[in-house]
């Protein structure tokens, strides 16, 4: 199992300009989420998704649009990139049912925008 | 909703001392608690996690925790670190057969010095 996998690992936007943060996993998970880690801020959540086909806000959905198509994938948009986007992205995934409800984290894209 | 608050953003230790790191949780309901590590550079992954049975639990990398619900408590132990040890923890909380999306504390940075 490869887990949970991100791409790219680094990336330098221009303001302005729009991206996808691509996340996968492989381990038929139903959950997926996205989290931004800030210095002094501990991990925030963006958007989560229960299930293929559905998505909700989590704490910081602003400026991010999310889709959940299948199950193994969960991309993030960045609509229009702004310097308070700069941040380190970690996607994560878990089961939704019985006690196996720990969170597989993917290693992290690092965002620079200038 | 349930909250987590770590009470010490960084803790300096010497290689071979013990140390606690604490964390502390607020909820109207019945909660799972976890303790992930982040060495530099990379992802979360799971140390430990509480759900249900016996107040002490053991993790890897010799850390051990221990949930306290009057106090609502679940304070991270290890008796002697190693330099190795040196990451960012974060506490974190979901309500036990609800969402299981987990709400994180802000992180404590161990630091430890030879």
């Known amino acids: 199992n490869a887990g949970v996998t991100q791409t790219p690992k680094f990336q330098v936007l221009k303001t302005g300009q729009s991206m996808t943060l691509q996340c996968a996993q492989d381990?038929?998970?139903?959950?997926m989420s996205w989290y931004r880690q800030d210095p002094g801020m501990g991990l925030r959540l963006i958007h989560y998704s229960v299930g293929a086909g559905i998505t909700d806000q989590g704490e910081v959905p602003n400026g991010y649009n999310v889709s959940r198509s299948t199950t193994e994938d969960f991309p993030l948009r960045l609509l229009s990139a702004a310097p308070s986007q700069t941040s380190v992205y970690f996607c994560?995934?878990?089961?939704?049912?019985?006690?196996?409800?720990?969170?597989?984290f993917g290693p992290g894209t690092r965002l620079t925008v200038l | 909703a349930q909250s987590v608050t770590q009470l010490d953003s960084q803790v300096p230790v010497f290689e071979e001392a013990p140390v606690e790191l604490r964390c502390n949780y607020s909820?109207?309901?019945?909660?799972?608690l976890f303790w992930y590590v982040q060495y530099p550079n990379q992802g979360l992954q799971l140390l430990l996690k509480?759900?249900?049975?016996?107040?002490l639990v053991k993790g890897i990398n010799g850390f051990e925790a221990e949930f306290n619900k009057s106090q609502t408590s679940f304070h991270l132990r290890k008796p002697s670190v190693h330099i190795s040890d040196t990451a960012e923890y974060f506490c974190a909380v979901t309500r036990s057969g609800g969402s299981y999306i987990p709400t994180f504390g802000r992180g404590t940075s161990l630091i430890v010095h030879p």
């Open positions: 994560a995934s878990s089961y939704s049912r019985g006690r196996n409800n720990e969170q597989f």
């Open positions: 909820s109207s309901v019945s909660v799972y």
């Open positions: 381990m038929n998970h139903e959950y």
């Open positions: 509480y759900l249900s049975g016996s107040t």
